[in-house]
């Protein structure tokens, strides 16, 4: 049977923020494994996907680029997706999978990710590329890949949002 | 009172806040529902999410045509204090509703120690603990699992116990509770229904029934938190026959009722679909007893991409050969239960095995690869003489020169339980415990021993054979944060002996042995099995006669003769109940 390589693009929110890395890769297995698609395992004795995702997240942070890999033995196309959505808890949603090449590496690919800070008040750090939206003020900084992530509260701010995954495309 | 919005504030100051946020995939938000009831575990989400009686009743209430069932779990001591200091009452994870905001709170009480639990949840949730101080506008509050086989300790918390199976009473307690009417009418009706004990108003209650094997949940809530067990469940068989005469279970979850090995593979798939889950447990009291087990093992081979696991710890080959069957190459660990060291004991507590038979049994453990193994032993037993103890030693030695790399033995202090056999019997005190314990530390250089605390024995025992006078017992240890007691981090026995003190506690009393003529708290709770037929069995204990398992022929404990059940087993007939009369059967008058 023919393997495929799929890179998937996943946000996670609302009260799902507050998984954990490890909670979050076993709730996207799950929610995997009940489209029925057929999905490679890993070797061992536990069941289990083979799942590689990008950088994990610390608990509590909105992520809207989320990544991971996974290789299946069957097409997935967009109304399979669809179907797979519908499988996900409130909160978790798959945004595209697209078909990548068997040297495909997410680390490679990634080259860092851009994060959103929200503040309630106008934070004191003058560092941060600012705008002020209403009645919150938020701050984009630029993370390089697997280097630290700036942590809820850290700033001051009230909310952390991953936004956005830049990638080079050295793939 | 918007949880919800509150909650943001402090889920991100909490360990693991998983547990809290609710909204697990497969649970269910039903609205627009006449009557609303929350179950609630009173231990932590972890614990109660792997306990599978709860999500029987959830999946039971939620396909009703008019009632909605929601849950909750008792936070960590962090979160507790995060929800005090915003004012975040104790809330349910599907809608996010205080509980006082519903109908029925339904707790379930799985072991004694969660007792204190129980008042925390209901002061979480601005609910008065005492049930006469619970007027109309309260929910009503009610209890239901194994440990309401002696609602006496908790009897000034609860309005109505349910004892057995619930699949149906649920229903009829919620059909009554939405007729309407004031608290105490309400209670009046619930006390005619078959389980149902209302303290103050039944003087008896009897078990409720289900003569064959329910309809089982597929659509398991998955969590998100690594729960204790974290997988699906389908429940293989109730009720156990073997007889063990310490063990409460098997005597309050009689007859045994089987389901055949085509609906458990249906259910398997299913659950597997609907859910996700990679692992299926194969839940029940002994599972290596299911007459269909070796066709149930060679169908579900057919399930591709989930293992199976199975809770069994009897100490026989066959037990040995399913762990062999569930575990493929990847032997770690096999757990074993032979209870006793000696031959004599073994047969005082009825366990129905040889020690030849045990060692045949580990023998082939050891041949199919298993290197690591853990025992599980209890000190304390009836008639338990230094010689018996010094056997569990002598059996940990001749284990670890069979050539287990790791042997470990857990050592726990006997309790005994209401409705048993040994319910007549006395428990050990923690210095005499501790005495046992040291005649075989001289086996620590063959196994790990692990020694419970025997105070926490004591503390369950006083809980489990208590009367309504060890409610006081409760509330105090609750008020002095005595809450998680189960959890090491959290045990504190010094302050459990000092309210014991405090409030008089006649320790011997509980603690010694009684008689057939003795009153219990328990004794108005009618399980089925005859009090008369548990001394009788406490006799022969006494003596080391053996008693056979009812399946092979019926013994005459009474509860198929008194509520028109009998085994029932998926491959073959089993013998029919005896006709004895009542008289006949419950021995001494009784
Ligand atoms: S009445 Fe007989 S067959 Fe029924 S559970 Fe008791 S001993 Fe077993």
């Given at each position: 049977m023919n393997q495929i390589k799929y890179l998937f693009h996943y946000k996670k929110y609302g009260m799902l923020r507050y998984l954990s890395h490890l909670e979050t890769m076993k709730m996207i297995d799950r929610a995997l494994r009940r489209t029925g698609i057929e999905l490679k395992q890993t070797e061992g004795f536990h069941q289990r996907t083979k799942i590689s995702f990008a950088q994990a997240l610390p608990t509590g942070i909105i992520d809207l680029a989320g990544l991971f890999v996974v290789t299946t033995f069957e097409e997935i196309d967009v109304s399979r997706l669809k179907e797979a959505n519908k499988l996900c808890p409130r909160g978790c949603e798959f945004v595209k999978a697209e078909k990548v090449d068997e040297k495909f590496k997410l680390s490679r690919f990634v080259d860092g990710y851009e994060f959103k800070l929200i503040f309630l008040k106008e934070p004191e750090d003058a560092s941060f590329d600012i705008e002020k939206k209403g009645e919150i003020w938020i701050a984009r900084i630029f993370r390089s890949f697997n280097s630290s992530i700036p942590k809820n509260g850290e700033y001051g701010q009230f909310l952390t949002i991953r936004s956005q995954a830049i990638t080079g495309g050295a793939n | 009172m918007n949880v919800l919005k509150k909650l943001v504030n402090v889920l991100d100051k909490v360990q693991k806040p998983s547990r809290y946020i609710g909204g697990e995939y497969n649970s269910v938000r039903k609205k627009d529902s006449k009557i609303n009831l929350c179950l609630v575990f009173p231990d932590l989400y972890d614990v109660g999410m792997s306990h599978f009686g709860m999500s029987i009743l959830y999946d039971v209430v939620n396909s009703s045509s008019f009632a909605s069932c929601e849950r909750a779990y008792l936070p960590w001591l962090d979160m507790q204090e995060e929800m005090k200091k915003e004012g975040i009452p104790l809330y349910s994870l599907e809608s996010y509703r205080p509980l006082d905001k519903f109908d029925v709170i339904g707790f379930t009480l799985q072991y004694e120690m969660s007792y204190p639990n129980v008042l925390r949840a209901l002061k979480l949730a601005n609910i008065p603990i005492h049930r006469n101080e619970r007027d109309d506008t309260y929910p009503i509050v009610i209890a239901g699992g194994p440990c309401t086989v002696n609602p006496a300790p908790m009897e000034e918390f609860i309005d109505a116990f349910f004892v057995g199976d619930g699949e149906e009473g649920i229903i009829e307690m919620l059909k009554i509770i939405n007729e309407g009417g004031n608290k105490r009418h309400k209670l009046e009706k619930l006390s005619t229904i078959q389980g149902v004990y209302v303290p103050g108003i039944s003087e008896k209650a009897s078990k409720r029934f289900v003569s064959r094997m329910p309809n089982a949940p597929t659509a398991q809530i998955v969590p998100y938190t690594n729960t204790i067990h974290d997988r699906g469940v389908v429940e293989i068989l109730r009720g156990c026959t073997h007889g063990c005469r310490f063990c409460q279970a098997g005597m309050i979850y009689r007859p045994v009722r089987e389901r055949s090995y085509q609906e458990i593979v249906d259910l398997s798939r299913k659950i597997v679909k609907f859910t996700g889950y990679e692992e299926i447990s194969l839940l029940s009291l002994s599972s290596a007893d299911h007459s269909q087990i070796k066709e149930l093992m060679s169908h579900l081979k057919e399930i591709k991409n989930v293992s199976f696991s199975i809770p069994s710890t009897r100490v026989d080959a066959l037990s040995v050969e399913l762990a062999n069957a569930v575990s493929g190459v990847r032997k770690s660990g096999i757990t074993l239960a032979p209870e006793a060291g000696s031959q004599r004991l073994m047969d005082v507590i009825n366990k129905g095995i040889t020690e030849e038979q045990i060692f045949e049994a580990l023998k082939h453990a050891k041949n199919s690869g298993w290197s690591r193994i853990k025992l599980y032993f209890m000190l304390g037993l009836p008639t338990e003489s230094d010689e018996d103890v010094m056997a569990i030693g002598e059996m940990l030695q001749k284990v670890k020169k069979m050539g287990f790399k790791n042997v470990s033995a857990t050592l726990g202090v006997f309790v005994p339980k209401p409705h048993t056999p040994f319910q007549f019997a006395s428990q050990i005190e923690p210095e005499e415990a501790y005495r046992r314990y040291k005649l075989?530390?001289?086996?620590h250089k063959y196994a790990k021993i692990n020694f419970t605390d025997p105070r926490k024995a004591l503390i369950e025992g006083v809980l489990s054979r208590g009367d309504s006078s060890i409610g006081k017992v409760i509330e105090k240890a609750e008020k002095k944060n005595l809450v998680f007691p189960d959890w090491n981090e959290t045990f504190n026995p010094d302050e459990w002996m000092k309210i014991f003190e405090e409030e008089n506690v006649n320790l011997k009393r509980i603690s010694a042995s009684k008689d057939v003529k003795d009153v219990f708290p328990w004794d108005k709770i009618d399980v089925g099995v005859l009090k008369g037929y548990l001394w009788l069995e406490y006799q022969k204990a006494l003596k080391g006669t053996l008693t056979q398992d009812c399946r092979n022929g019926c013994t005459g404990c009474g509860v198929c003769q008194r509520f028109g059940v009998k085994n029932v087993l998926a491959g073959r007939k089993a013998p029919d109940p005896l006709k004895v009369s009542v008289e006949k059967v419950s021995g001494e008058g009784i």
């Open positions: - | 075989i530390s001289w086996a």
